[in-house]
């Protein structure tokens, strides 16, 4: 399996609380995400959130929609949510909110390996693609974040661990 971590950090001036409810609520992305074509309840939670199930499925640049379902593991209102990947990736995405100077910073990370054997095979020379495409996704989630929330985006990075 191919592994692939990848980092993305935004900055928005915007409330945390405003950010949290939009990260949170994840069945509404496809309304301001581009390149997440839908995302599905599979399975509610408890009272907490912890063990809602949701199936996404995205597609950019790259002509291929992955789908995959995402547990949430745990939650820290405001603050945390992190979930369990299962499907056509498996691993884990954490996100975190800190407040700033007037802002709201957003940290992501996903450390995941691919479960697909076509992509498998084809990692060694679409892995560049790959990334890109991941960076490229984010980009558009903290754009499309920015604006749905009428705030000014003020930086966004994302970055490949290895």
């Known amino acids: 399996m191919a592994h692939y971590h990848f980092v993305s950090e935004w900055t928005l001036e915007a409330a945390r609380g405003d950010v949290w409810r939009m990260l949170l609520n994840s069945l509404t992305w496809p309304q301001w995400w581009p390149g997440v ?9 408890g009272t907490d959130g912890i063990g809602d199930v949701r199936r996404y499925a995205w597609r ?5 929609t992955l789908v995959f379902d995402m547990e949430l593991l745990h939650i820290e209102p405001q603050s945390a949510l992190h979930g369990m990947a299962r499907g056509e990736v498996e691993g884990l995405g954490r996100w975190a909110l800190a407040d700033g100077n007037g802002t ?3 940290h992501y990370d996903w450390n995941v390996r691919t479960t697909s054997r076509a992509v498998n095979l084809l990692s060694p020379l679409a892995r560049p693609l790959i990334e890109r ?3 490229a996704i984010m980009r558009q989630g903290a754009r499309g974040l920015a604006r749905h929330l009428n705030a000014r985006l003020l930086a ?6 290895r």
């Not at 950019?60 to 291929?64: E, G, K, N, T, V």
């Open 37 to 45: 074509l839908w995302v599905k309840q599979i399975r509610p939670g």
């Open 60 to 64: 950019s640049r790259l002509p291929y």
């Open 104 to 106: 709201t910073r957003v």
């Open 133 to 135: 495409n991941h960076h």
């Open 156 to 161: 966004e990075h994302s970055r490949t661990l």
